[in-house]
């Protein structure tokens, strides 16, 4: 009966050390294992150390942007009535007439205008215009997806200021004047990068909100008055009708040049008979 319950303990206690092998495990293993541990631990923040820029935001559906841009030419058949109609269509589509070039040419007189106008209605703006065009020599109109580029723009600006926030709080906390200076450097680089990126941003947002035109109209020279002449031009046709004159006046010459011979040759006969009489009558006194 001894026998039996010693074996029985031995048994237990085979057992034991068989089903929880890691208890067996020397002291230094799991110094170890502790230690490690404790490195893998994220160490607690700086109280002195700037907070982290914020984290981006969740994909969000952007609204598309795009750069309408259009250019017509177009002839009419009165320059200046033209011009009076697209002030009032000017007007009735709240149009910004931004830059005029008008210039008289030998053979026309034209002018270039740019108009900008909201997006939506540039088609309508286009299309009353076309109204009152005699020809209309081209229309172009194209537009430009810009959203990934502007998306681009304010996610940088977004960052930027984030690092400005961030010197800000390392200037707080500096001591030393030459850590000052530097963060004082550093601050003022991405102080003039920040303004370079909104002004860009500016830019873009003026384009998307408003369409540009570029129209150029145009009257041919033989519809204009002749008070759009210059001195200039009025002066070299003064010398161009004479010559043509001249040269008309001996062509004409040449066309008669018969009758000029036969009057040249009676004249002559006349002319010495008459000196003649004038001779017998000079003798006939001096008798």
Same mark, same amino acid.
């Given at each position: ?68 841009? !259009?250019?017509? /030419?177009? #002839?009419?058949?009165?320059?200046? &009535?033209? $011009?009076? +109609?697209?002030?009032?269509?000017? *007007?009735?589509?709240? !149009?910004?007439? /931004?830059? #005029?070039?008008?210039?008289?040419? &030998?053979? $026309?007189? +034209?002018?270039?205008?740019?108009? *900008? ?12 215009i076309g109204l009152i065009a005699s020809d209309i020599d081209h229309k172009n109109i194209t537009s430009e997806d810009v959203t ?140």
């Amino acid at each position: 009966m001894l026998l039996l319950l010693t074996i029985s303990v031995l048994l237990g206690m085979c057992s034991n050390q068989v089903s929880n092998p890691e208890s067996s495990s020397a002291s230094p293993d799991g110094d170890m294992n502790v230690k490690e541990i404790s490195l893998a631990e994220p160490s607690p923040l700086d109280p002195n150390t700037p907070p982290p820029p914020p984290p981006p935001k969740a994909n969000t559906r952007v609204e598309q942007k795009l750069i309408r841009t !259009a250019d017509m /030419s177009i #002839e009419v058949d009165d320059y200046n &009535d033209t $011009r009076k +109609e697209l002030n009032t269509i000017f *007007r009735k589509f709240s !149009a910004q007439l /931004s830059q #005029e070039r008008e210039q008289s040419l &030998d053979y $026309r007189i +034209e002018n270039q205008l740019v108009i *900008r106008v909201k997006p939506v209605l540039l088609d309508s703006l286009i299309e009353a215009i076309g109204l009152i065009a005699s020809d209309i020599d081209h229309k172009n109109i194209t537009s430009e997806d810009v959203t990934r580029q502007y998306v681009d723009l304010e996610s940088r600006l977004a960052s930027k200021r984030a690092v400005i926030a961030q010197y800000q709080e390392l200037l707080k906390s500096a001591k030393k004047i030459s850590d000052i200076l530097d963060i004082n450097e550093k601050l003022n680089a991405v102080i003039e990068e920040i303004e370079s990126v909104e002004a860009q941003l500016r830019t873009l947002r003026d384009q998307v909100q408003l369409s540009t035109l570029t129209l150029t109209i145009y009257e041919n020279f033989d519809n204009i008055a002749a008070r759009h002449e210059g001195f200039g031009s009025r002066l070299g046709n003064a010398f161009s009708g004479g010559w043509q004159g001249l040269l008309s006046l001996f062509v004409g010459l040449i066309y008669i040049w018969p009758l000029l011979l036969s009057a040249s040759i009676l004249l002559f006969f006349l002319l010495r008979a008459n000196r003649k009489r004038i001779k017998v009558k000079v003798d006939e006194t001096g008798r």
